[in-house]
């Protein structure tokens, strides 16, 4: 990927209906920020609904298939990556599924699967992926 496209993605943070978020550590993998935990997410496909990429994602990522998908917004996330700059356009979603479903779909590119809760994140242990800051920062008062 060039840094001279516009990408579209969706970001998803999944949650149990009990106050509980799922995040992903990410592994020396994934195309980026390795060893860095995140709620889970990727590309749109050409031609595919933003719906059907976020139910595609989780079932890729993390075996499950989403009870309740809820739109939040979105951001544009403009970084530089391995010397070249991006933008994509994050749709952002938060997405009911059941606990005892999730499992990790990736094993190559997930070094870590764990629930906590909002509050939990305020101190959490390790380090998060750059973007994951400003993404709660923006929905912290529909996640809570």
Request: with cysteine; charged share 30%.
């Amino acid at each position: 990927m060039d840094g001279e496209h516009i990408r579209t993605s969706v970001v998803f943070f999944c949650h149990d209906g009990n106050g509980k978020y799922l995040l992903n550590k990410r592994s020396q993998n994934c195309r980026d920020e390795q060893g860095t935990w995140d709620p889970g997410g990727g590309s749109v496909e050409f031609g595919e609904r933003l719906v059907d990429a976020v139910m595609r994602e989780i079932q890729e990522e993390f075996c499950t298939t989403p009870k309740d998908i809820e739109f939040m917004g979105y951001r544009d996330v403009m970084r530089e990556q391995n010397g070249k700059k991006t933008h994509w356009v994050s749709h952002d979603f938060r997405v009911l599924v059941d606990p005892k479903e999730v499992r990790s779909g990736e094993p190559h590119k997930c070094d870590g699967l764990t629930w906590v809760t909002i509050a939990e994140l305020e101190n959490f242990p390790e380090p998060l992926h750059s973007q994951f800051p400003i993404f709660l920062k923006q929905y912290r008062d529909k996640l809570i």
